[in-house]
């Protein structure tokens, strides 16, 4: 089935669009609250930095969304049925995430049992917000409009990123974590209403008779379907590849803060160029792989960014010959982010493509972590490889690590079509008896 065409200004001025801006907002704003600016709170509130380690693993729900996923796609809610399958699962999730930072604020880690429970319970919502709005951004709109959409929810992400790292650490400075929290909750409400004033899109909702033919239709339905589309070792070499296509990125993340350090910036200076100056490079990289995606097509998009994601890499190696010195410093961080921008939103298109519809939410909560899951077992491990081979030698090889993706590519291309999922369904259709 080709694809239809569509202009830059066509797809980035549908209200979709504007939507998915203020749904990347709600996406991001809870994952350094639980996170990076939570650890800040607790150290300062006097919490053993084993403990502060333990209250991290809030984060892997990330990791495992994808098990409580077929609910968010079979599921109706009673009492908001009305809002439509997608818009009543977000609603329920932010108002849930909305109560457990007003909670965390009123019992402070002074309770600490309660309070980890509270953030325990803003990570599940926070990532179940992630499944809606993904399922949600790949029903409102076509294959080719996605780029678009996955470039405006990147900066509603990074800017919530911004409220939740730069701008509440600056506020803590000066008022107690406690009301930082409650004016990160406040921040919710307007997202909120943009979830009331939002369309729902269509839903591909199949009603099973009783509850076997619900769980095998909500759970083994989403596996036996991938895998009836791409066959055998086809299957299993594309999830391969999704699990390593960003993994030179993923690599050196762990690793990127204690260079900085080793490398004799200030964290004054880590912040303005990092945390600030990257994050607009970021947005920035974000819309030009979005335009690339209309322009250039799905799948060269995304191979452009592996490339240069993996390329990008190599910057560091200047750093690391020029320790201390800030223009060297801005155009690292520079090529970083622009780079990761452009990749992170050919990536959402090119996932997103992958997707059957009836399956959407369970579909992508899968693909997304089987994306991330790599680079956090590695992130372990490579502080023994810098030990092992050395900054300079840890850059090459992370730059190196991209070349089985770019393998895996070049064999997939002609044998997965992107954005033809009609015609792999009457395929699979005609084979059945």
């Known amino acids: 089935m080709p694809e239809k065409s569509v202009s830059l200004r066509q797809a980035f001025a549908q209200p979709a669009a504007l939507v998915m801006f203020f749904f990347g907002f709600t996406s991001g704003l809870p994952f350094l609250l639980v996170g990076g600016t939570l650890s800040a709170w607790l150290r300062d509130s006097g919490v053993s930095l084993e403990s502060i380690g333990l209250i991290s693993y809030a984060t892997l729900t990330y990791s495992f969304k994808f098990l409580w996923a077929p609910l968010l796609d079979h599921m109706r809610l009673p009492g908001l049925a009305r809002l439509g399958q997608r818009r009543s699962w977000l609603l329920l999730a932010q108002l849930l995430l909305l109560a457990s930072l007003v909670g965390m604020s009123l019992l402070t880690p002074g309770q600490l049992s309660l309070f980890v429970f509270l953030v325990f319970l803003a990570a599940f919502a926070g990532a ?29 992400y990074r800017l919530a990123l911004l409220a939740s790292g730069a701008l509440a650490l600056i506020l803590a400075d000066h008022m107690a974590w406690s009301v930082v929290y409650q004016l990160m909750a406040v921040l919710l409400v307007a997202v909120i209403i943009a979830t009331l004033m939002a369309r729902e899109p269509e839903h591909q ?35 391969l590849f999704i699990g390593l296509f960003k993994i030179s990125d993923q690599m050196l993340g762990v690793m990127a803060m204690p260079f900085y350090l080793d490398s004799g910036f200030t964290k004054t200076e880590i ?71 452009f990749l992170g939103t050919a990536a959402v298109a090119w996932l997103s493509a992958l997707v059957n519809r009836r399956y959407t939410a369970t579909q992508y909560a899968l693909f997304s972590s089987l994306v991330t899951l790599p680079g956090k077992l590695i992130g372990g491990l490579s502080g023994f490889m810098v030990t092992a081979m050395g900054y300079q030698g840890f850059f090459i090889f992370s730059t190196l690590a991209v070349l089985p993706a770019i393998a895996l590519f070049a064999w997939l291309r002609p044998r997965v079509t992107v954005g033809d999922e009609q015609a792999h369904a009457e395929a699979v259709k005609e084979e059945q008896p």
């Open 128 to 156: 179940t917000q992630d499944v809606v709005v993904d399922a949600y951004r790949i029903e409102i709109a076509p294959v080719e409009a996605q780029g678009a959409l996955a470039a405006t929810y990147t900066l509603g």
């Open 271 to 341: 912040g303005a160029v990092s945390k600030i100056f990257g994050v607009w490079i970021g947005i920035a990289g974000a819309f030009i792989g979005g335009a690339s995606v209309v322009r250039l097509g799905i799948e060269r998009s995304l191979f452009i960014g592996i490339l240069i994601g993996g390329v990008s890499n190599l910057l560091y190696l200047l750093l690391a010959m020029h320790p201390g010195n800030i223009v060297f410093f801005t155009l690292v961080i520079s090529g970083e982010n622009l780079a990761g921008g």
């Open 205 to 239: 909702r199949i009603a099973s008779t009783d509850i076997g033919a619900s769980l095998r239709d909500g759970v083994i339905g989403p596996f036996v379907d991938f895998f009836q589309r791409y066959r055998g070792m086809l299957g299993v070499a594309l999830l």
